[in-house]
Each structure stands twice: as structure tokens, then as C-alpha cells.
């Protein structure tokens, strides 16, 4: 009976100790789970048409512009939109080292004047103020689990495309043809 008993004692210890061991690797990945981490590439700087310009004239006339106007000008692309929106412009203005937002805005006196040139295939031109913006893309990466209990970056997606302005005046002015 006493034999009975201690083999019965020592399976059910042998059968605690396996549920045990494949337990830990299942705490272990719940390690994993944390915010997402982004990653800026593709990085440029462009100048983007505002909403700061003349009337179309022909070639050979000096244009002037001269008003108080609030000129602006709202970032594009998909990461641009949803909750990690200011997450993604906080890496952007760190990876360029100058704050980018969704928006740019600036009430001002706008002043400047030129001459529309002759150019080919041309008919008009317009004086035109455009904006300093950022182009970037965003990779998105999640922490996942990884055999032996550890973790590893997993890339989620990738959005291209996004353009987001300087948040500081940084404007130029030119002739936009058509």
C-alpha cells in the first residue's frame, strides 16, 4: 500500500512539474506585448504650395503681392491620421531635428514681386508662396514573442508618402507656370 501511495505521490509531482515547465514560455511571451515603435526613413525636404498666391497673368508683366492673409497648409499621407498620429510627427521631428506637425498656420503681411518669364509650352504664370515640409515614410514595428522566451521586432507595415509642414515660418516665394 505504502508503494501504492509513493507512486501515486510521485506522478502526480512529475505531471505538476511538466505543467510547470510549458507554463513559462507562455508568461514569458506576454513580455512581449508593449507599444508600438516606428521608424522614419525616406527622409526629404519639399516645398508645398499654400494658399498664399495672385491671379494668373501673361508673360513679360511684373507681379506684386501685398496682403494680410493667414497662410496654411495641412500635412498629407496615411500616417497623418488615427491615435499614433503624434506619436509619428514626435519621431519625424526628431529624425529631421525641427518640429513638424499636422498643421502649419501664420497670419502675416505678405510682400514680394517678379516678373513672369517666357517659358516653353507656357501660357500664365503666378507669384506663389510655398512652405517648408518634411517627406518621410513610417515602418511600424510590434514586439512578439520568440522561441526560447525572448522577444524580436516584427515589422507591422510600412506607410509611404507623408508630408508634414515645418511648424516654423520657413517659406520661399516663385513663379508657378502653367
Given at each position: 500500500m505504502k508503494r501504492a501511495i509513493a507512486t501515486l505521490a510521485s506522478t502526480?509531482?512529475?505531471g505538476a512539474g511538466?505543467?510547470?515547465?510549458?507554463?513559462a514560455p507562455a508568461s514569458a511571451g506576454a513580455m512581449c506585448d508593449g507599444p508600438a515603435c516606428y521608424s522614419?526613413?525616406?527622409?526629404?525636404?519639399?516645398?508645398?504650395?499654400?494658399?498664399?498666391?495672385?491671379?494668373?497673368?501673361?508673360p513679360g508683366v511684373t507681379l506684386g503681392y501685398t496682403k494680410n492673409r493667414t497662410g496654411t497648409w495641412t500635412?498629407?499621407?496615411?500616417a497623418t491620421v488615427g491615435a499614433e498620429a503624434g506619436v509619428i510627427f514626435a519621431k519625424a521631428s526628431t529624425s529631421f531635428s525641427v518640429s513638424v506637425g499636422k498643421s502649419w498656420s501664420k497670419s502675416d503681411t505678405w510682400s514680394y514681386s517678379a516678373t513672369v518669364q517666357k517659358k516653353k509650352g507656357k501660357t500664365m504664370g503666378r507669384l506663389m508662396m510655398q512652405h517648408e515640409a518634411k517627406g518621410f515614410s513610417v515602418t511600424e514595428y510590434r514586439w512578439v514573442p520568440k522561441s526560447g522566451g525572448t522577444c524580436k521586432r516584427?515589422?507591422?507595415r510600412k506607410k509611404s508618402n507623408n508630408v508634414a509642414p515645418v511648424k516654423k515660418s520657413s517659406n520661399l516665394w516663385g513663379i508657378q507656370y502653367r
Open positions: 502526480a509531482l512529475l511538466l505543467v510547470g515547465a510549458t507554463a522614419i526613413g525616406d527622409k526629404k525636404t519639399v516645398w508645398v504650395n499654400t494658399n498664399i498666391h495672385n491671379d494668373w497673368d501673361k500635412a498629407t499621407g496615411t516584427e515589422k507591422v
